[in-house]
């Protein structure tokens, strides 16, 4: 059984992380367009269709994670967009790609490119989607009050360390080209 605060928790991380992502690709839509496109898996006339939709699953998966009926199905979205995100990275990679922009949005700037410490943080997030996935196995213990100021400070923190995450990466890449 899971305690029902770390499905609780875990979700609303989640989800903040997908509407962040998805509000920085929608307001900057030309340069996730461009991302994508950078990313050369898709022909040009699939870029558009694909990173609008990109986007709204985005948007879709966290308000499902946000909905305790639909969460194990925000999970599995947010499992899958993760998952293709982080397959983009690694065929780039691969190829010796890594200096085009992620595409990842959130309240960064421009990435400084590809690494695999993204697809350790991707695989982190994943992680992160278990709890919720497996929403329908959690606990029914009845949550007091301690339980929303650990909710709070729980998702707060992890929303902080994955913010700190990507400044760190970000810092790593820049210092590697300097």
Request: some cysteine.
């Amino acid at each position: 059984m899971i305690d029902p605060l770390l499905v609780y928790a875990a979700a609303a991380t989640l989800a903040g992380i997908l509407l962040a992502g998805s509000l920085g690709k929608l307001t900057g839509f030309t340069d996730f367009e461009n991302a994508v496109a950078g990313y050369a898996l898709l022909p040009g006339m699939l870029v558009r269709p694909f990173a609008l939709l990109f986007a709204a699953a985005e948007v879709l998966a966290a308000v499902l994670l946000l909905t305790p009926a639909a969460r194990e199905s925000g999970a599995a979205l947010a499992m899958l967009l993760l998952l293709a995100a982080t397959v983009g990275i690694i065929a780039n990679l691969l190829r010796g790609r890594r200096d085009i922009d992620c595409g990842c949005g959130g309240f960064s700037q421009r990435s400084s490119g590809l690494s695999w410490w993204l697809v350790l943080r991707n695989s982190l997030l994943l992680a992160l989607a278990v709890p919720a996935l497996l929403a329908g196995h959690a606990g029914t213990r009845s949550l007091g009050w301690i339980d929303g100021i650990s909710f709070f400070g729980a998702t707060l923190a992890a929303l902080g360390l994955y913010f700190c995450l990507n400044q760190l990466i970000a810092a790593h890449e820049r210092f590697q080209k300097n």
